[in-house]
């Protein structure tokens, strides 16, 4: 899915059901703090979710969550990676959860973080492959169907 294609969806929806994004969520990303985390990570990051965190921010997402770049957020993606422990172990980045114990993120591929979201299972202990392209069509699916 397109930026501009998701940004309306999103509007659409905004209008239908505000109250879908009333609760709290962090301020947008700037560049330097997306430069700071990704030299934290020594790895980068996929470009549809950099573009997300600077429009949209983190925290609450209609029904999910997105991790976030701020550095002192209870969404913050370092440090929620480095409580989680699955990017050394399973070259796992992981940028939502389901509360549950399982979370959705990006797999590490050359030095780059993939577009397509993977699924960490925490019963099997292994990372997944899902349907979802890219963050967009993830949010999409999981945080704006009611």
């Not at 976030?68 to 992981?94: C, M, P, Q, T, Y």
């Amino acid at each position: 899915m397109e930026l501009n294609e998701f940004c309306k969806k999103v509007e659409e929806i905004k209008l239908k059901n505000p109250l879908w994004f009333d609760l709290e969520s962090d301020l947008k990303a700037t560049d330097t703090e997306l430069f700071h985390v990704e030299e934290k990570l020594t790895n980068k990051l996929p470009k549809e979710y950099k573009d997300f965190v600077k429009i949209f921010g983190g925290g609450y997402f209609a029904f999910t969550t997105v991790y976030s770049v701020k550095e002192n957020s209870d969404w913050n993606i370092l440090l929620n990676n480095i409580n989680i422990g699955l990017i050394s172990s399973h070259e796992f980045l992981a940028i939502s959860d389901n509360y549950t114990g399982d979370y959705y993120g990006f797999k590490l591929n050359n030095g780059e973080y993939e577009s397509k979201i993977s699924f960490f299972d925490h019963e099997t202990q292994q990372v997944k492959e899902t349907k979802y392209k890219d963050i967009y069509e993830f949010l999409t699916d999981a945080g704006l169907r009611s």
